[in-house]
C-alpha cells in the first residue's frame, strides 16, 4: 500500500469504456453543438401548446436534446471524475453543466404552460392520441406540483440561477477531491503509507489499534484545519435548499426534498422516531463489541475493525465478482447472465488513482449500458460494494430497457432498495454456505456493520440535517462550533454510553458529501429496510417474489415511489419495515452470542 498510482499506470483492462458513450472527445463536441444550435428552436413552442399534437411534439423535441444532453454530461463528468485535476475535462464538465443550465432556462415555460390548461382537457387528450400515452405520469406529477410550480417568468429566472446556486457543493467536490491532502501515516510494520479517502476505512479495519487511532486522528485534524471553511461552504448549500424550498412555497426545505418523490415528511419523521426506539438494540450492538474485541475503552476509531479475530476474508476484485454472482442466483438466470455481461464488459472503472473521485457510485444515461465507479481494496466490504453498485447498474439497465426515455429515470427513493437488496442476497448465499464458525461469525459482523452503516449512520445524519436545517431555517447561526457541537451531541445518543465519543469525530459532518444534497441519506434508510423485507420475500416464495420485484426493476420512474415499492411487496409509509429490519438486526445478534459459546 504504497503511494498511488497516476491514472495513465492503471491497465485499461480496469478501466470503464466511456468510449460507448462517445468514441472521442470530438464526438462529444459535435453532440454538444448540435444541441446548443437546436435548445433555441424550443422557443417556438412557447405559447403554442393547446392541442395535443403541439404538446407531444414540443415533448419529444425537449426529451430528444434531454437525452442527448444526458450523455454530453455523463461523458464529461465521468471523464473528470477519472483525475479531477484534469483541467481537460473539469472544462467539459463546466461546459456541460453550463449547456444544461441553458437547456433548463429554454424549457422552463412547458410546465407552467402545461399548468395553465385545463387539467381534465390535457389529461382527456392521453386518449385521443396514442404516442402521448407514455406522458401519463410525468402529466400527472405536474399537475400534482401545481402549488409549487412558479410563472414561466420565475421558472426561468430560478433555472438560469441553477448553475450559480451548485457553487457550494461545486466548491466542496473540487476541495474535497482534487485540493484536499491528507497526511503520511504508520501502518502496522512501522511503515510509512499516505491516507487517502479509499484507504481510510480499511486503515480503520486494521487489527492494529494504533494504526486506527492514526488515521482517524489524521483524517478529523485534517478537515479541522479547515473548519471555517467548511461550515461556510455547508451552511451556504443549506441556505441554497431553504431559498428554493421558500421560493416554491414549501413549508420548509425537508417537505420541499421530499415533495420530488411524492413522500410525506411523517416517513421520514417515522424513520428517525423508530430507530431512537431501536437504540437499546444498538447499544447492546456496541456493548457485545466492546467485549469481543476486549477493550477497555471503546472508541470511535474502533467501530469498524472487526470484532472477530484471525479471520481476514481477502477478495480479490475476480472473487469478488464470482461472488455476486452466486449470491445473485435467486433473482433468475437471465439476471445473472446480464449481470455477468456489465462486469465483465467494461462497465466498471476498478481501481483507485491519483485524482480520482473517492467512493463509489453507479451512473448512466439512457440508451448506453450503466457504468460503476469504484476504489476497489481486496476486502469484503468492497465485495459488498460491488454488489450494491451493480444493484444500481441494474435497475438502470433494466429501467432503460422496458421504459421509454421520459419513464426510465427512477428515483432516488427507490434506488436503494435495487442496491441493498443485492447485498441482503450475497449475505444470505454467504451465510448459508460457511460451515466455518469464525466465518460465519465474520459474517454476521458485517451484516450487523451495515445496518450500523445504513440504518443507524444514515438516520443520525438524517437529523442532524434536519436540525440544521430548522436552525438556519429559524435564523439561527450555524458556526463551525455550533456543527461540531451538534454532531457531536448526535454521536452521543446514537452511541450511548459503551462508547467513548472522541473529539474528533465531531468535525465528521464535514466529509460527508451526501449533506450538499439535502434529504437524500435518509432513503438508504428506508432502503435498506425496504430490502430486507423483499429479499426474504425472494427466498421464501421464490418465482412469484422475484416476478413482483423484475417488475419493480423494469418499471423505472413510471409511477411514485411508494407505489412501486407496494407493487413489490413493501409498504414504505408505514414503519413497520424499519421495525422489521431492527428484528432481523436483534436476531443477528442473538446469532452471534450463540455461536460465540461455542
Not at 171 to 193: S, W, Y
Request: glycine residues 4%; negative net charge.
Amino acid at each position: 500500500m504504497g503511494k498511488l498510482l497516476a491514472r495513465h499506470e492503471i491497465a485499461d483492462e480496469f478501466k470503464w469504456k466511456l468510449s460507448d458513450i462517445y468514441a472521442s472527445d470530438q464526438a462529444w463536441e459535435e453532440d454538444f453543438n448540435t444541441v446548443k444550435e437546436q435548445i433555441p428552436k424550443l422557443q417556438e413552442f412557447r405559447g403554442q401548446l393547446n392541442s395535443a399534437e403541439q404538446l407531444l411534439a414540443c415533448l419529444k423535441f425537449r426529451d430528444q436534446l434531454s437525452e442527448t444532453l444526458s450523455r454530453i454530461v455523463a461523458y464529461a463528468y465521468m471523464s473528470k471524475d477519472q483525475d479531477n485535476a484534469n483541467d481537460h475535462y473539469q472544462a467539459f464538465a463546466d461546459r456541460a453543466s453550463n449547456l444544461a443550465t441553458i437547456l433548463a432556462s429554454n424549457s422552463a415555460f412547458i410546465e407552467p404552460e402545461i399548468l395553465s390548461l385545463d387539467q381534465d382537457t390535457v389529461m382527456g387528450w392521453l386518449e385521443q392520441v396514442e404516442d402521448l400515452k407514455i406522458y401519463r405520469h410525468y402529466l400527472d406529477n405536474i399537475f400534482r406540483m401545481k402549488p409549487h410550480t412558479l410563472p414561466a417568468e420565475q421558472e426561468e429566472l430560478l433555472a438560469n440561477a441553477s448553475e450559480m446556486a451548485q457553487a457550494a457543493s461545486n466548491i466542496f467536490r473540487m476541495f474535497n477531491n482534487a485540493d484536499l491532502t491528507f497526511p503520511m501515516i504508520k501502518d502496522e510494520n512501522g511503515n510509512e503509507v499516505q491516507l487517502t479517502h479509499g484507504r481510510y476505512i480499511s486503515f480503520l479495519e486494521n487489527p492494529n489499534r494504533q494504526v486506527r487511532e492514526a488515521a482517524f486522528k489524521a483524517m478529523y485534524q485534517t478537515y479541522g484545519a479547515w473548519k471555517n471553511t467548511l461550515a461556510t461552504t455547508y451552511t451556504s448549500a443549506v441556505k441554497q435548499a431553504l431559498f428554493y424550498a421558500k421560493a416554491r412555497k414549501y413549508n420548509s426545505s425537508l417537505e420541499a426534498a421530499l415533495d420530488e418523490d411524492n413522500v410525506k415528511p411523517e416517513v421520514y419523521h417515522n424513520l428517525i422516531k423508530t430507530v431512537h426506539e431501536s437504540l437499546p438494540i444498538f447499544y447492546r450492538y456496541m456493548s457485545l463489541r466492546k467485549k469481543m474485541l476486549a477493550l477497555d475503552e471503546l472508541h470511535m476509531y474502533d467501530v469498524y475493525v472487526p470484532m472477530v479475530k484471525d479471520v481476514e476474508m481477502k477478495v480479490s476484485h475476480t472473487e469478488a465478482m464470482q461472488m455476486v454472482k452466486e449470491g445473485l442466483k435467486p433473482l433468475g438466470e437471465q439476471y445473472v447472465a446480464d449481470l455477468s455481461h456489465g462486469m465483465e464488459s467494461g462497465w466498471i472503472d476498478w481501481f483507485e488513482n491519483t485524482g480520482k473521485t473517492s467512493g463509489a457510485y453507479s451512473w448512466g444515461t439512457y440508451g448506453v449500458h450503466p457504468f460503476v465507479l469504484m476504489n476497489y481494496q481486496e476486502n469484503i466490504d468492497n465485495m459488498f460494494t460491488l454488489a450494491h453498485e451493480m444493484g444500481h447498474a441494474m435497475h438502470s439497465f433494466y429501467s432503460d430497457r422496458h421504459q421509454e426515455y421520459i419513464n426510465s429515470n427512477y428515483t432516488i427513493f427507490v434506488a436503494e432498495v435495487a442496491s441493498t437488496l443485492n447485498e441482503c442476497l450475497v449475505m444470505a448465499d454467504l451465510l448459508a454456505k460457511t460451515t466455518d464458525v469464525k466465518e460465519k461469525m465474520y459474517l454476521i459482523n458485517h451484516y450487523l456493520e451495515q445496518f450500523r452503516g445504513t440504518v443507524f449512520r444514515q438516520t443520525m445524519f438524517a437529523e442532524f440535517e434536519m436540525i440544521v436545517h430548522n436552525k438556519i431555517g429559524q435564523g439561527e447561526p450555524m458556526t463551525a462550533e455550533s456543527l461540531c457541537s451538534t454532531y457531536y451531541d448526535l454521536n452521543k445518543l446514537y452511541f450511548g454510553d459503551e462508547v467513548v465519543i472522541d473529539e474528533d469525530i465531531a468535525m465528521e459532518w464535514a466529509r460527508i458529501p451526501h449533506f450538499y444534497r439535502p434529504f437524500y441519506v435518509y432513503k438508504y434508510a428506508t432502503g435498506f429496510s425496504a430490502a430486507v423485507a423483499l429479499s426474504q420475500q425472494i427466498l421464501t416464495e421464490g418465482e412469484i417474489a422475484v416476478n413482483r420485484y423484475l417488475d419493480f426493476l423494469s418499471s423505472g420512474g413510471s409511477d411514485y415511489p411508494l407505489n412501486l415499492l407496494k407493487k413489490a411487496g413493501v409498504d414504505m409509509t408505514s414503519p413497520e419495515p424499519i421495525k422489521q429490519a431492527m428484528e432481523v438486526f436483534d436476531s443477528l445478534l442473538d446469532q452471534m452470542e450463540e455461536l460465540l459459546a461455542k
